[in-house]
């Protein structure tokens, strides 16, 4: 990869308040014009670990680089590439829409004859012609999303940091809003956090998940849906322990006893990426005398991996 190709770079990042170890020795990189999902349960430190990136908050060891600048250094320079949705967009209640995005754009030095176009762009896609002239306060937790959504992108920044931007939205505007970044991710890199896996499964190149502080995963949603690989699930009836002759068929990676369902014993196989041992178990059933209750594939999620990644560890001491 070259180097600017690179737009964010964690080294080693962590975080330490007190003895409550949020941040521990995180790395990974960000490609420009990519789209990384940011998982872990709560606790694990996303937040910590977006505040690093954009300059709200020191590392207490690593380093944190957007566009080759370390944020640390230089964190005005960083802050220009930057748009963020904090967790809990701190705006200013008693302030017209219209008022507060042209109070960003003023800090944000938004001026000259493309400002007043901007600002009709971003209003636009971010769905908020019709509320510009209502105080914050007033508005919805979605419209209000949407407004911290706005006022991270009046700069027209190359990097977007977002902290659980559809958290508290309902199905419709989390479909909106979904769709907004999609778009975005076309021209800008994005770091998004969430909880709602489908979310990130539908919108992003590259998913990294932490959890207590550490990374635990970085790799496409594909290969952390179950590396391409399907699960088949087996129920059968009769004497046969089966589980043996199940794991010996081709394709089959792995044998899980589920226990009993439908009067019979129930299995989950991991597949190698591309087989289908269906007929295989529908042969070795005959051939052992079972009866075969239910034969079905189904594609492993990313909930499976998400679970196996985050749960063994034990939770965060949050
Ligand atoms: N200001 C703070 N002072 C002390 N501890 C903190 C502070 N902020 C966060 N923590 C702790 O750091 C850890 C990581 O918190 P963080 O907010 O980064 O998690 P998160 O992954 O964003 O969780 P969530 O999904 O709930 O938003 C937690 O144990 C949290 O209690
Ligand atoms: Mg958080």
Same mark, same amino acid.
Do not use: W
């Given at each position: 990869?070259?180097?600017?190709?690179?737009?964010?770079?964690?080294?080693?990042?962590?975080?330490?308040?007190?003895?409550?170890?949020?941040?521990? *020795?995180?790395? !990974?990189?960000?490609?420009?014009?990519?789209?990384?999902?940011?998982?872990?349960?709560?606790?694990?430190?996303? #937040?910590?670990?977006?505040?690093?990136?954009?300059?709200?908050?020191? @590392?207490?060891?690593?380093?944190?680089?957007?566009?080759?600048?370390?944020?640390?250094?230089? @964190?005005?320079?960083?802050?220009?590439?930057?748009?963020?949705?904090?967790?809990?967009? @701190?705006?200013?209640?008693?302030?017209?829409?219209?008022?507060?995005?042209?109070?960003?754009?003023?800090?944000?030095?938004?001026?000259?004859?493309?400002?007043?176009?901007?600002?009709?762009?971003?209003?636009?896609?971010?769905?908020?012609?019709?509320?510009?002239?209502?105080?914050?306060?007033?508005?919805?937790?979605?419209?209000?999303?949407?407004?911290?959504?706005?006022?991270?992108?009046?700069?027209?920044?190359?990097?977007?940091?977002?902290?659980?931007?559809? +958290?508290?939205?309902?199905?419709?505007?989390?479909?909106?809003?979904?769709?907004?970044?999609?778009?975005?991710?076309?021209?800008?890199?994005?770091?998004? #956090?969430?909880?709602?896996?489908?979310?990130?499964?539908?919108?992003?190149?590259?998913?990294?998940?932490?959890?207590?502080?550490?990374?635990?995963?970085?790799?496409?949603?594909?290969?952390?849906?179950?590396?391409?690989?399907?699960?088949?699930?087996?129920?059968?009836?009769?004497? *046969?322990?089966?589980?043996?002759?199940? #794991?010996?068929?081709?394709?089959?990676?792995?044998?899980?006893?589920?226990?009993?369902?439908?009067?019979?014993?129930?299995?989950?196989?991991?597949?190698?990426?591309? +087989? *289908?041992?269906?007929?295989?178990? !529908?042969?070795?059933?005959?051939?052992?005398?079972?009866?075969?209750?239910?034969?079905?594939?189904?594609?492993?999620?990313?909930?499976?991996? !998400?679970?196996?990644?985050?749960?063994?560890?034990?939770?965060?001491?949050?």
């Amino acid at each position: 990869m070259a180097e600017s190709q690179v737009m964010v770079e964690a080294r080693s990042l962590a975080k330490e308040y007190g003895a409550t170890r949020a941040v521990n *020795d995180v790395s !990974f990189q960000v490609s420009r014009g990519e789209v990384v999902g940011f998982l872990g349960p709560n606790g694990a430190g996303k #937040s910590t670990t977006m505040k690093m990136l954009t300059g709200y908050l020191n @590392p207490t060891a690593g380093s944190a680089l957007v566009g080759g600048t370390d944020v640390a250094d230089d @964190p005005i320079a960083a802050k220009r590439m930057i748009g963020y949705l904090p967790e809990s967009a @701190p705006l200013y209640e008693e302030m017209m829409v219209v008022d507060l995005l042209n109070y960003v754009a003023d800090i944000r030095g938004v001026e000259g004859p493309q400002r007043r176009e901007r600002l009709q762009t971003i209003c636009h896609r971010c769905g908020l012609d019709d509320v510009l002239g209502k105080n914050v306060g007033q508005l919805s937790k979605g419209y209000r999303q949407r407004v911290g959504l706005a006022q991270a992108m009046v700069h027209d920044p190359d990097l977007l940091i977002l902290d659980e931007p559809t +958290s508290g939205l309902d199905p419709n505007q989390i479909v909106e809003i979904r769709e907004l970044i999609r778009e975005l991710g076309r021209e800008k890199t994005v770091i998004l #956090s969430t909880h709602i896996l489908p979310e990130v499964q539908a919108s992003c190149d590259r998913i990294i998940i932490i959890s207590n502080g550490k990374l635990v995963a970085d790799d496409t949603p594909e290969m952390l849906s179950g590396g391409g690989g399907a699960v088949v699930r087996v129920v059968v009836k009769g004497e *046969d322990s089966f589980e043996g002759t199940l #794991s010996a068929l081709p394709g089959v990676l792995g044998v899980r006893a589920m226990g009993e369902e439908s009067g019979g014993r129930a299995f989950r196989l991991s597949c190698s990426p591309g +087989s *289908d041992p269906r007929e295989h178990v !529908f042969r070795a059933a005959v051939e052992k005398g079972m009866t075969l209750i239910d034969l079905h594939r189904e594609h492993a999620s990313l909930e499976d991996t !998400f679970r196996q990644l985050t749960t063994k560890e034990g939770v965060a001491d949050a």
